[in-house]
């Protein structure tokens, strides 16, 4: 949805963040449905139309398909079907808790404001005449885990490098499943990523 103004698109929030991340999520969809052989490259390419290249750049996860050949995919693949609602269901269900979020009562105009230098978090007033608070706060979301996040989390804390992978292993589920659970450990505060990308790990929130 365009903003009012401007021409930039609202940041995603979703499991698909990037170009890249949408890219990898139809690859695992196609590889696990029909796996990454030639015959499987010849059955996209009759689906779609695309050339060989372009299917195989969307098996390896280097680019996804664009409008069209993501709908002809659509059609053809319950895989790929599957996951193109599962991240329209994400952004209905966005989109619902801003609205809740819009529609709650503002603050009563008598309470009292921060004073200057103070900083409003979780109702209460915190000093920062020395400028040397934190202010950009994760605030935990306490809705109950489920036993692959539990799993997840027990291990991260255990100070073992765990990531989505290792969940989709362990558990036996799609790595999209996967990553959206690690999603939103990251996105409620739980976890976060500390280090390089090759070498860093997921480390807990205190």
């Known amino acids: 949805m365009l903003p009012k103004k401007g021409r930039m698109l609202h940041p995603w929030n979703g499991l698909a963040r990037s170009a890249k991340d949408y890219a990898e999520l139809i690859a695992n969809a196609l590889r696990q449905e029909h796996g990454n052989t030639h015959r499987t490259v010849k059955t996209i390419m009759h689906w779609t139309g695309a050339s060989e290249r372009s299917v195989k750049n969307w098996l390896s996860g280097e680019f996804g398909p664009s409008g069209y050949f993501l709908m002809r995919l659509c059609v053809k693949s319950p895989a790929v079907r599957e996951l193109v609602m599962e991240l329209l269901a994400e952004c209905d269900a966005s989109r619902a808790l801003q609205a809740g979020t819009a529609s709650e009562s503002l603050p009563d105009a008598k309470e009292q404001s921060p004073a200057p230098g103070s900083h409003r978090a979780n109702g209460d007033i915190y000093s920062d005449i020395y400028g040397d ?3 950009t706060i994760n605030v935990t979301d306490h809705r109950p885990l489920n036993p692959r996040q539990e799993w997840f989390l027990i ?8 990531f989505a992978q290792d969940i989709a292993i362990h558990w ?3 790595l999209r499943t996967a990553k959206r659970d690690v999603a939103n450990l990251r996105d409620s505060g739980r976890v976060r990523f500390e280090g390089s990308r090759r070498c860093g790990r997921y480390a807990l929130i205190e």
Do not use: N
Not at 155 to 162: H, I, K, L, M, N
């Open 133 to 135: 608070i934190d202010v």
């Open 155 to 162: 291990r991260v804390a255990q100070g073992e490098r765990c």
């Open 172 to 174: 036996r589920v799609a």
